[in-house]
């Protein structure tokens, strides 16, 4: 009976570690990002001091408390996010096409807000995907 009694025990507290361990893992759900955005190419140099200097700074504004210094998902809002926010210095988010980039940054969904009446002016956006880029390992 002692031994029934601590196999359910056992059993109730592995059920409940993992809805606990579930509920701190999220699934990465897929960006469905437009075939406008697909196809568009920073118009920016890669190596543009000046671009790269103003991206940082927008970044520094817009995206930091959320995102971090160096775009780990590590801001200080980020804990208060459900959402996961990705890692900018990753391979898998360097692999990704400037435009998909430009519609995640801007555009948004979910947790992520839309920038668009924040960052108006189009040559900021594409200084912060400028400067993303830079984020590498």
């Keep these: 009976m002692k031994k029934l009694k601590m196999s ?19 699934e ?16 920016q140099a ?3 001091a000046e671009m790269i200097k103003i991206g940082k700074m927008n970044y520094a504004r817009h995206c930091k ?10 801001g200080p809002k980020a804990r208060s996010i459900d959402a996961d926010l990705g890692d900018f210095t990753s391979a898998e988010f360097q ?14 969904r979910d947790d992520m807000p839309n920038f668009e009446k924040k960052i108006v002016d189009e040559e900021d956006r594409w200084a912060i995907v400028t400067y993303l880029r830079t984020l590498k390992k």
Excluded at 8 to 26: D, H, P, T, Y
Excluded at 29 to 43: C, E, G, I, L, R
């Design 95 to 108: 692999a990704q096409k400037d435009g998909v980039i430009y519609y995640q940054s801007f555009i948004g």
């Design 65 to 74: 408390s959320c995102h971090g210094n160096i775009g780990k998902g590590d």
């Design 8 to 26: 359910m025990m056992v059993s109730c507290a592995l059920v409940m570690l993992s809805f606990v361990l579930m509920s701190f893992v999220q």
């Design 28 to 43: 990465k759900k897929p960006w469905d990002v437009p075939a406008k955005y697909q196809s568009m190419t920073n118009p």
């Design 46 to 48: 890669a190596d543009d």
